[in-house]
């Protein structure tokens, strides 16, 4: 079979059960891009607005929060990661607040579905195993007139990327499967979580975040910017996804930063 061949295959196979499912989503699969996440958002300001999940095998310019690359060696091991974006409609008003930990809750809860346990959260945007990265998820927007659109990148390791010590694939903790049985558990959860979350914002799924925890109550640093640095104990996010600190000044919310555990605890 050429290569790509049984990828889509793969691909349309998800997008039927998806669509028997009741999610109207396509699914493509691509060898190669410089990003899932930009190829998306540049099909929805040239109007081509579909519901989609994009997959694919290599990204040269994959990125994650703040403008940071994603390292992929799939040039090496074409069955590293999985690569993939979901462009998504919401409405105009819906707040997104939250949005990303709403869809990391979800990753763990397909994980777990494919027989991985021990994976938790890490404020805002990450999944640990075993302290060390396994997957990360990067929520961007596209304002539309007729919605506001969602484009969520998720990069995860299947197997542990060797120029990364930091990080961890499911091979590493005796999980054998491909990006397709990850996706297929994945998809369909995402899909129905984002017509919940346009109901009912972050608010259903803090709860469920906080129980995913992986540093709760432990003393953390944020680096919220530049130069501000803020250190406490991590309580956990309220309904708007904001984290919340005890510190020696008593309790503080952060909105946005780079959570790191305390060295010298």
């Known amino acids: 079979m050429p290569p790509g061949d049984d990828d889509r295959a793969q691909a349309r196979t998800l997008q039927r059960n998806l669509q028997a499912g009741g999610h109207d989503c396509a699914v493509e699969w691509v060898e190669s891009t410089a990003s899932t996440n930009s190829d998306l958002l540049r099909q929805l300001r040239d109007g081509q607005e579909l519901a989609q999940c994009l997959v694919a095998r290599h990204q040269s310019a994959g990125r994650g929060r703040r403008a940071r690359p994603w390292i992929d060696e799939a040039a090496q091991d074409p069955g590293q990661a999985l690569l ?57 927007v596209c304002e539309r007139p007729q919605a506001r659109w969602i484009v969520a990148g998720i990069g995860l390791n ?9 990080a961890i694939g499911l091979h590493e903790a005796g999980v054998e499967v491909d990006r397709w049985q990850v996706l297929s558990a994945l998809l369909p959860r995402l899909c129905f979580a984002l017509r919940e979350f346009a109901a009912t914002g972050f608010a259903t799924w803090a709860q469920e975040w906080n129980r995913l925890h992986a540093w709760g109550q432990r003393p953390v640093q944020v680096l919220a910017d530049a130069a501000a640095v803020v250190q406490g104990i991590a309580q956990g996010v309220d309904e708007r996804g904001y984290l919340w600190l005890h510190t020696a000044e008593g309790s503080r919310r952060v909105g946005s930063g780079d959570v790191s555990l305390r060295e010298d605890h």
């Open 158 to 166: 299947l197997r542990s990327p060797a120029a990364l010590p930091e």
């Open 84 to 140: 993939c974006s979901l462009a998504w409609p919401l409405p105009r008003d819906c707040d997104l607040s939250g949005l990303s930990l709403m869809v990391g809750v979800c990753v763990v809860h397909a994980l777990q579905t494919v027989g991985l346990q021990g994976a938790g959260l890490k404020w805002p945007n990450d999944v640990l195993l075993r302290q060390r990265k396994l997957a990360g998820v990067l929520v961007e």
